[in-house]
């Protein structure tokens, strides 16, 4: 029973024979794949050694040393490679299938026992099981972000639990070598250095707010031994644990609004993206970069040598890492509060924030108090970031002034927000028309001369004319993206001040 297939440009495989093999009777070492259909072992080759279990695929060769170990069983298939192209084939040691695979090979060897198989559907099963394969061996030629993505979130979620090359080129379905290749090319450095680098910056995070002892801080990153951690400790950072902790720290802000709650404590960032209002009156200090004409340089980030990075969810973690321990203030989960005060413990401006705070919430108490006097009811509101072909509809989490019609003056939501976890809801610009409000807030509009003729329109529409807030005057339109966009201490100020006047002239 013999058949060709193309796995590979000029490159043709053709089975020969199929046997069934368990650990303790070493499988003939001809040029052939062995499927593993039951049990759990390891497969040792000077490569390494290996977990295998039902699924896993090893290629051997004629030359191949290895030694298989533990209760494991399946099915060897002997084949030929023809063709001026290398045998794909062979890199498979080993391969981290699936049952598909193993389906595939039980279901050829039924055929063999069979009085008179049908070679036709042999050979289709054999097809079947080399193009999943193929897929692998593709994915060994251009590695596809899938399984990278997934090493690296692995690493992330287990990097406290011992973590070897070949472990994590087994899971990933690749060989150690093209793993060590390809994880060098992408992160800039070995797998053991990287897994180590993580460790020391998440001991840094935790030395960010509080300093346990040596053993429980190795312990809580994965290091068992105290002596050895301090020394990987310093090894990065040039310092010992203790003295992290205590030093004044050296930040970087990633993100306006981080930059705004650093500057409301009087700290100049190292390097800091802020808004254009803020670039202006601290134009003296040019490592502060208006966020909408500047991209992260890590360069220059990397010259500052920040003792800390604050974000948000980025995207390029990997390319920060090695300059310094990231912290993360996701703006769904944490109020623009905690965020200041989460930053503050960093820079050791603790009662600082807690004063700051108290004489805002002492002017939302006070300004209150004078809608109250007013009669100003809270009713629903609405706050529009109209952009070129789009209106952004804002919740709390994203400043424009949400988190204080919402949270501190108690306005209402309209119901299309209440539901939403992403933090806003977009609509074309001509659907605005179709919310109704007691109170209409438009922080930005386009700068376009199109999309401001079409907002003209809009406005001078018969529907818009017709809405509750424009009937009884209560829309106002700011139109000061650079102010209200953010919801730091200092633009919240900024727009609390500016809501008072429009709610009272």
């Given amino acids: 029973m013999h058949t060709t297939f193309h796995l590979h440009t000029h490159t043709f495989y053709l089975p020969l024979q199929l046997h069934y093999w368990h650990a303790y009777a070493l499988p003939q070492k001809q040029q052939s794949l062995i499927i593993v259909t039951e049990g759990v072992g390891k497969y040792r080759t000077q490569d390494g050694m290996f977990s295998i279990c039902r699924g896993s695929v090893i290629s051997v060769t004629k030359e191949s040393q290895y030694d298989i170990m533990g209760a494991v069983e399946g099915i060897q298939i002997i084949y030929e490679a023809h063709g001026q192209a290398p045998n794909m084939l062979a890199t498979l040691s080993p391969l981290r299938g699936d049952s598909y695979i193993v389906r595939m090979a039980q279901e050829m060897k039924q055929l063999t026992e069979q009085a008179h198989p049908s070679t036709v559907t042999w050979h289709k099963l054999f097809l079947m099981m080399i193009e999943a394969l193929e897929q692998h061996q593709m994915n060994l030629i251009h590695p596809t972000e899938t399984w990278f993505a997934q090493t690296l979130n692995y ?12 472990e994590m080129a087994y899971q990933m379905g690749v060989t150690p070598a ?20 993580l460790r020391i910056r998440k001991a840094q995070q935790r030395l960010l707010i509080e300093l346990p002892s040596l053993e429980k801080l190795g312990q809580s990153v994965g290091y068992m031994d105290r002596t050895y951690f301090s020394r990987k400790f310093k090894q990065v950072t040039s310092m010992a644990p203790t003295l992290y902790y205590e030093k004044l720290k050296r930040v970087a802000a990633l993100n306006s609004n981080h930059t705004g709650c650093l500057l409301a404590l009087g700290i100049i960032p190292v390097y800091g993206i802020c808004p254009y209002w803020l670039t ?11 966020e909408e004409n500047v991209e992260l340089n890590r360069e220059i980030l990397q010259r500052c040598k920040p003792d800390v990075v604050i974000h948000y969810n980025r995207d390029d973690q990997e390319t920060i890492l090695p300059i310094a321990p990231l912290v993360d203030l996701p703006c769904l989960t944490m109020t623009w509060r905690e965020q200041f005060m989460a930053i503050a413990r960093i820079v050791q401006h603790e009662q600082k924030a807690k004063s700051l705070l108290q004489h805002y919430d002492n002017k939302i108490q006070h300004t209150n108090y004078i809608l109250d006097t007013l009669g100003v009811e809270r009713g629903v509101v609405i706050v529009w970031e109209i952009c070129e072909h789009f209106a952004y509809s804002i919740n709390s989490k994203f400043g424009r002034s949400c988190h204080i019609l919402y949270e501190d003056l108690q306005f209402e939501k309209p119901e299309f927000l209440k539901q939403n976890t992403i933090g806003y809801v977009k609509v074309p610009i001509e659907e605005i028309v179709n919310y109704d409000a007691a109170y209409i807030f438009i922080t930005a509009l386009p700068k376009e001369p199109y999309a401001l003729q079409q907002i003209e329109r809009i406005f001078e529409s018969d529907k818009w004319q017709s809405l509750q807030a424009v009937r009884n005057n209560q829309y106002f339109i700011i139109n000061d993206a650079n102010t209200f966009y953010g919801y730091d201490p200092l633009s919240t100020n900024i727009q609390l001040d500016r809501l ?3 709610f009272t002239s």
Avoid: C, W
Avoid at 155 to 166: K, Q
Avoid at 185 to 190: A, D, L, N, V, Y
Avoid at 283 to 290: C, G, I, S, V, Y
């Fill in 280 to 290: 202006i009156q601290y134009q003296h200090h040019t490592q502060l970069m208006h």
């Fill in 178 to 197: 093209h793993f060590s290749r390809t994880f060098h090319k992408q992160i800039g450095m070995p797998f053991n250095q990287y897994v180590a680098l």
């Fill in 155 to 166: 690493i992330h979620r287990h990097f406290t639990a011992p973590l070897t090359r070949e």
């Fill in 500 to 502: 008072m006047t429009l």
